[in-house]
């Protein structure tokens, strides 16, 4: 995407001043309801707040749905999209999986009560994944806002470029870059699994005969594989469910690092970026400093979430205003 625009940019020399002029003005701004929806962010936050009394895993839930909303096509909340074979919500990272959409529809008509038809979905997205963050005792940030609603929900590109739990490494970081984040971002934002659960279809792999060895995941900590062996039996459930920080998994803390060290990563995509080959020049140095130095951890976490949210927002006369999240207007 940004490839060519940069490169349409290069070709039509003359337009390229009128492009920037539109880029500029067209960057998302921490003020932009200001005057069109002055009550956003309280009437967003008191949703959530409600949402995550009656059930505390929702906020992280909210926050993967902004993480897979931004990915995919950038944060345009096509996630939200019902119907076709080929949406979102149909990929194999989404289905059985991703969770919360009554919570964004209710937020959306708590919105749209005070301020009819200005407040895009994706912005809520953002908002509400922050404030998850911020009541479950993580960080807060200033989210930067005026992004538009897209029309396409794309499935196919869904299943190509959001990160499996079953990648190695370098495809890990590599579907950031992609992204436009860096090794920080992979580990920082990796971090909000220190809220949540995941399914044992997930990471039943590494239990009994891991890549054909005939044995466990070696890196795994003994009485941690022994629960969740007997939590995931092989043929078992598969959608049963296991906490991702074993420590605290409704509190935002940087306890999943500590996790790390000394083997209690859930996914194999959460404990490769502590223990594996590449890891030691990646992103090892990361996660001690992240274990040790809860600060830091929750600083850059919030840097990386507003880089996340940056990533290729519609913006100026492209996209819509959507009034139902799960469907275009027509
Ligand atoms: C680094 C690559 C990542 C991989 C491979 C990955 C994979 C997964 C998987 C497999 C689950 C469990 C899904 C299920 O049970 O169906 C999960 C849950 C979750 N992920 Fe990630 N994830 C990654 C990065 C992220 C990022 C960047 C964020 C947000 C910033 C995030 C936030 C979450 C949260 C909060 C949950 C728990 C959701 C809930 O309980 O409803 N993940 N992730
Ligand atoms: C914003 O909330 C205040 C009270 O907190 C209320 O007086 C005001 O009418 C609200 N404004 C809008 C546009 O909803
Ligand atoms: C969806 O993404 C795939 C993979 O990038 C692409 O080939 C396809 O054209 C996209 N479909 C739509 C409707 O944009
Ligand atoms: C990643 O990018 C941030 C700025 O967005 C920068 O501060 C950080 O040093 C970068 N990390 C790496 C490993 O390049
Ligand atoms: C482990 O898996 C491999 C290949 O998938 C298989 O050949 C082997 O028999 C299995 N070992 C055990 C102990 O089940
Ligand atoms: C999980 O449940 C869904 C329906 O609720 C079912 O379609 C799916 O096959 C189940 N997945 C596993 C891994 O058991
Ligand atoms: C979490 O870690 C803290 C400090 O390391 C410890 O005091 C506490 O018992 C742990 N809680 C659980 C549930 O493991
Ligand atoms: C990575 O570090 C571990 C110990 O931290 C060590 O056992 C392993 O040999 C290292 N691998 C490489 C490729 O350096
Ligand atoms: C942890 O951080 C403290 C300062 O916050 C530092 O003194 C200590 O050396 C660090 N320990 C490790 C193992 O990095």
Redesign the pocket.
């Known amino acids: 995407m940004k490839r060519s625009s940069s490169s349409s940019r290069y070709y039509f020399g003359l337009t390229n001043m009128f492009l920037l002029v539109l880029v500029v003005r067209s960057q998302l701004t921490s003020d932009f309801y200001k005057s069109t929806c002055p009550n956003l962010t309280q009437i967003v936050r008191k949703e959530v707040k409600k949402a995550l009394i009656n059930e505390m895993?929702m906020g992280?839930?909210l926050?993967?749905l902004?993480?897979h909303d931004c990915f995919v096509n950038g944060c345009d909340g096509s996630i939200l999209l019902d119907g076709g074979d080929d949406g979102e919500k149909l990929a194999l990272?989404n289905v059985?999986?991703?969770?919360?959409f009554d919570v964004v529809d209710t937020i959306k008509s708590s919105v749209e009560n005070s301020c009819s038809g200005v407040v895009s979905c994706a912005d809520i997205l953002a908002i509400a994944a922050r404030d998850s963050v911020s009541l479950s005792g993580g960080p807060s940030w200033t989210v930067l806002l005026g992004r538009r609603d897209g029309s396409i929900s794309n499935g196919t590109l869904a299943n190509i470029v959001l990160?499996?739990?079953f990648?190695p490494l370098d495809t890990?970081i590599s579907?950031?870059t992609n992204a436009g984040l860096n090794l920080t971002d992979?580990v920082s934002?990796?971090g909000?699994?220190t809220?949540?659960?995941?399914?044992c279809?997930?990471f039943s792999n590494r239990l009994f005969n891991f890549s054909g060895t005939g044995s466990p995941d070696i890196t795994i900590e003994t009485s941690m594989l022994s629960d969740l062996q007997n939590l995931c039996p092989q043929n078992g459930d598969g959608n049963v469910?296991a906490v991702?920080d074993r420590n605290s998994s409704d509190l935002f803390d940087n306890h999943y690092f500590k996790n790390l060290l000394i083997g209690k990563g859930l996914?194999s995509?959460d404990q490769i970026l502590f223990s594996s080959d590449l890891a030691n020049s990646t992103s090892k140095p990361l996660v001690q400093s992240y274990s040790n130095d809860s600060g830091l951890f929750l600083l850059d976490f919030a840097n990386s979430?507003i880089k996340?949210g940056n990533i290729n927002p519609k913006t100026g006369s492209n996209g819509e205003i959507r009034s139902n999240c799960r469907v275009i207007n027509s």
């Open positions: 895993r992280a839930s926050l993967r902004h993480f990272p059985n999986s991703v969770r919360g990160p499996s739990p990648d890990i579907k950031f992979v934002l990796s909000a699994h809220i949540g659960r995941s399914r279809a997930l469910t991702l996914l995509s979430m996340m």
